[in-house]
């Protein structure tokens, strides 16, 4: 399997992971706070969940064999998912731990110190999500953005945690630190809810974003002053690959060669519009044969998104 520099992100999300599990638990060790508690329970998922990115992300570079002919970039989608879905089990969790104290507060034991040591948990995890979220925007891959907001979505648990504990500190208000807890589970839950809609969506082969589309039809466009038309662009996205087909319609007395070097030149510098990689195929025809001129979709039909 070939190396690829994005492998080294999830070791480092791994890493956090751990760091932040020992000092959050220190931290609700020596304060007894609930809201500790639950912050740590939730690192627990993010190791999981960088551990499952790892295996998944593996599973992606895979090149493409006789039982997946079009290689193994799916995977990503997995792994986002199934981070949305901890997403999802984190806040449930923290929720759940944050209802009985609501009915029954309890004080805090040693303030300062536990603060200290989630403060530090949280720079940890900022640092590293921020990373992540940008690198993975960078270099499309879903998986390590996805791997970021979960991080992020801890660093909002984190902040949330710290404010009511400080609330609890200078007022003396136990109940707080359960509100909190639950507004910023709240908010955790529409980041999972979004991980999920976006895995469904490139599972079920969601188009390529518009202005990549924009890019690529500006550039068929202008091969009309060659007489080169198109028809049946049809776009999908699998992880960080796109895939591309279309119809180049060419006049007929061009010979085969003629017509091939122009497909080969089409394919070529669509490719090379994006940084990610790209699969392009395209299908030569006739332009006056009046039957060329029809869209073709999946079925080997004029395509009606109205139905």
């Known amino acids: 399997m070939k190396k690829n520099p994005l492998r080294k992100f999830i070791y480092l999300s791994i890493a956090a992971a751990i760091v932040t599990i020992l000092l959050k638990f220190y931290a609700y060790l020596i304060t007894g706070s609930m809201g500790f508690l639950s912050d740590a329970l939730e690192s627990f998922v993010n190791l999981f969940a960088a551990i499952f990115a790892l295996i998944m992300f ?3 570079l895979k090149p493409a064999d006789k039982e997946h002919e079009f290689g193994h970039s799916k995977a990503e989608y997995f792994s986002s998912a199934t981070e949305g879905a901890l997403i999802l089990v984190a806040a449930f969790t923290i929720i759940w731990s944050a209802v009985p104290r609501l009915i029954d507060p309890r004080p805090i034991e040693n303030i300062h110190t536990g603060l200290l040591f989630s403060l530090l948990a949280s720079l940890v995890n900022l640092g590293v999500g921020l990373t992540l979220i940008r690198r993975g ?16 979505a801890d660093v909002w648990t984190s902040a949330g945690v710290i404010i009511a504990i400080v609330i609890v500190k200078f007022t003396g208000w136990f109940i707080v630190d359960p509100i909190i807890a639950i507004l910023v589970a709240l908010n955790i839950i529409y980041t999972g809810y979004r991980l999920i809609s976006r895995s469904a969506s490139g599972l079920m082969d969601a188009t390529i974003p ?27 996205v699998a992880g960080r690959r796109k895939f591309i ?4 319609l060419v006049p007929g007395k061009w010979t085969v060669k003629q017509a091939h070097d122009h497909a080969d030149d089409i ?5 090379d519009m994006f940084d990610e990689p790209v699969t392009v195929h395209t299908h030569l025809e006739p332009v ?20």
């Open 267 to 271: 394919e070529e510098t669509i490719v």
């Open 288 to 307: 006056e044969d009046p039957a060329s001129m029809k869209d073709i979709g999946l079925d080997r039909q004029e395509i009606d998104y109205h139905l």
């Open 137 to 152: 925007k960078k270099r499309k891959s879903l998986l390590l953005e996805a791997d970021g907001k979960h991080l992020m």
């Open 58 to 60: 593996n599973i992606s």
């Open 245 to 248: 087909t279309l119809h180049v």
């Open 210 to 236: 518009e202005e990549d589309l924009e890019k690529i039809t500006a550039y068929l466009d202008s091969l009309k002053d060659q007489q080169i038309e198109y028809h049946s662009l049809l776009t999908r």
